[in-house]
Nanobody
Framework: QVQLVESGGGLVQAGGSLRLSCAASGRTISNNALGWFRQAPGKEREIVAASSRRGSTFYADSAKGRFTISRDNAKNTVHLQMNRLKREDTAVYYC??????????????????WGQGTQVTVSS
């Protein structure tokens, strides 16, 4: 079992930055595929960024050039650095882990472990 706890969300003005963190416990996530998803009000949950076990990355078009996913294996943590935030980035952000996958996963169904989510609100 892997327990994931997100932090770092909050209220920020458009153009600002936030750094989300996801701390894992129960087992190491260094050999997991990892992902950040988000769900805006009235919308389905969508992939934002993902990292393979070896550190390859994927970004949704909406995140390219602004967001960066990174791992800190020593701290069993994954981060999402979000820059130049826009109002449309407002959502609950979730981290997810897939222990049995080495490659990048962009589908929710491939992640058995999820955090509880952290709210990000971007004001104009």
């Amino acid at each position: 079992q892997v327990q994931l706890v997100e932090s770092g969300g909050g209220l920020v003005q458009a153009g600002g930055s936030l750094r989300l963190s996801c701390a894992a416990s129960g087992r190491t996530i260094s050999n997991n595929a990892l992902g950040w998803f988000r769900q805006a009000p009235g919308k389905e949950r969508e992939i934002v960024a993902a990292s393979s076990r070896r550190g390859s990355t994927f970004y949704a078009d909406s995140a390219k050039g602004r967001f960066t996913i990174s791992r800190d294996n020593a701290k069993n943590t994954v981060h999402l650095q979000m820059n130049r935030l826009k109002r449309e980035d407002t959502a609950v952000y979730y981290c997810a882990a897939a222990p049995l996958r080495a490659a990048i996963s962009v589908s929710e169904s491939e992640y058995p472990y999820w955090g509880q989510g952290t709210q990000v609100t971007v004001s104009s």
